[in-house]
Nanobody, 117 residues
Framework: QVQFVESGGGLVQPGGSLELSCAAS???????????MGWYRQTPGKEREFVARIDGNRMTDYAESVKGRFTVSRDNGKKKVYLQLNSLKPEDTAVYYCNTVPVNRAWGQGTQVTVSS
């Protein structure tokens, strides 16, 4: 069964940066390369929301709230997806997850991003 392992979260001050990584273990490389992958985030009491996606042709799409600040990328050889977070705001605080687009795999444990002074 495919597992997503997210990492790279942490505590950062407003205006700071982080890079998140997501490893797609047990996914066949050819499947991963053509699969649209996305980043999502969730805060307590709220539904998980879409943040960014990158398709097999490396076309990208972002939620309006992160456009111009976050950048999604992928390394098909390593079966990894990345999310560069810049100009972080307190409202970016959340647990960040990766999954397919549309979502059709089990969720990983996520990685906590906390933006606070």
């Amino acid at each position: 069964q495919v597992q997503f392992v997210e990492s790279g979260g942490g505590l950062v001050q407003p205006g700071g940066s982080l890079e998140l990584s997501c490893a797609a273990s047990r996914m066949i490389s050819s499947v991963f390369s053509s699969q649209s992958m996305g980043w999502y985030r969730q805060t307590p009491g709220k539904e998980r929301e879409f943040v960014a996606r990158i398709d097999g042709n490396r076309m990208t799409d972002y939620a309006e709230s992160v456009k111009g600040r976050f950048t999604v990328s992928r390394d098909n050889g390593k079966k990894k997806v990345y999310l560069q977070l810049n100009s972080l705001k307190p409202e970016d605080t959340a647990v960040y997850y990766c999954n397919t687009v549309p979502v059709n795999r089990a969720w990983g444990q996520g990685t906590q991003v906390t933006v606070s002074s």
